[in-house]
């Protein structure tokens, strides 16, 4: 690299940015003219610039689009709202004139807070949306159940809340401990949680429809039709995730576990409560009301086992490809 080329590339920035004065701007134009390295240069130099300034655009365009999305929603949010409290008011006023003592209008007033709850907070909350909307609505829900079953005089909120819960928990859970906020506190243990949660809300459901019932039977029923389940759903559970062993392998084993249980789940069930029952018959060549049961956990016993060996012997191979 020449003198010249030096004091050329010195200067080109002044000369992108068109600051440079007008002789060294003479200058180095005639120098480009003659002078493909500096000519390369310069062309690397303003594409690069390019970019930054494109880069530079499309955050700000982004950004400008969020906040204005978030005014949007904030705005709507907040007309729904306002919607919402109409009904609430004419219902307030209704009550009153007719001198109810406000009776059903708490029904109106946790029916329209659980729609909104579902409606207005993902639109209102600026950040983590789907946790908000999921607690204010499981919590809402709750109220309703709570404000009918006093309505009524009915003994059935425990059985009914609990059951929401444990459903909800079933399906939404796994959202929950997947989002930002919880993420810090769960970690790697994600699968543990949901599991002991899961547990505790299904036992605390059948306490909850023991204590309803008020059958002396229903405890041993309960925990004979439990107690598999809880094992089974464990047992899974500890394969999938502490099996040292590689994900064909689990699976197939988990197969066969799950072809198991199907076939002898409501057989082990009914043993554990005291009945005795003779174990399901394969009759192939026959299919009538009578044999259909056999013959259904049969084929799903048989076909759990074959898929799982399949699944078994194919992670050994993969394994010794490797
Ligand atoms: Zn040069």
């Known amino acids: ?38 000519t390369k240069l310069l062309k690397q130099m303003q594409d690069s610039g390019l970019e930054k300034q494109l880069e530079q655009e499309r955050t700000d365009v982004i950004g400008h689009q969020r ?32 001198g109810r003592s406000l009776s059903w209008f708490f029904i109106v007033l946790a029916a329209l807070l659980f729609t909104a709850s579902l409606t207005v907070t993902p ?22 159940l709570a404000v009918c079953c006093i309505y009524t005089r009915g003994n059935w909120f425990f059985v009914a809340s609990s059951a929401v819960l444990f459903g909800l928990s079933v399906l939404f859970l796994p959202f929950a401990l997947r989002s930002r906020a919880l993420q810090a506190y769960v970690g790697e243990r994600k699968g543990l949680i949901y599991m002991a949660a899961v547990t505790v809300l299904y036992l605390l459901m059948m306490i909850c429809i023991g204590i309803y019932v008020k059958d002396p039977a229903y405890g041993p029923t309960a925990l004979a039709v439990s107690a598999p389940l ?50 399901p018959v394969f009759s192939p060549g ?28 194919s992670s050994f191979t993969g394994r010794k490809k490797k």
Not at 15 to 23: G, H, L, P, Q, R
Not at 131 to 141: A, E, F, N, P, V
Request: aromatic share 12%; charged share 15%.
């Open 1 to 38: 690299m020449n003198k010249n080329c030096e004091i050329v590339q010195d200067l080109l920035p002044l000369y992108i940015d068109d600051v440079c004065s007008e002789t060294s701007r003479e200058m180095i134009r005639e120098h480009l003219s003659g002078c493909p390295d500096c």
């Open 67 to 98: 906040s204005y999305f978030k005014r949007r929603s904030a705005l709507v949010g907040m007309i729904l709202s306002v919607i919402f409290s109409v009904p609430v008011l004419i219902c307030l006023i209704v009550n009153l004139a007719v």
């Open 123 to 144: 639109l209102l909350v600026p950040d983590q949306k789907g946790l908000w909307t999921l607690g204010l609505g499981t919590g809402s829900l709750i109220l309703l």
């Open 230 to 279: 809880l094992i089974f759903f464990w047992l899974l559970f500890a394969i999938i995730r502490y099996l040292p062993y590689n994900s064909r392998f689990r699976a197939g084993v988990c197969l066969i576990l799950s072809g198991g249980f199907l076939f002898a789940a409501d057989k082990l069930m009914l043993a554990l409560t005291g009945y005795r029952q003779a174990w």
């Open 286 to 313: 026959s299919w009538n009301h009578k044999t259909i049961d056999g013959n259904v956990k049969w084929t799903i016993l048989l076909s759990g086992c074959v898929l799982g060996i399949i699944f078994i012997c």
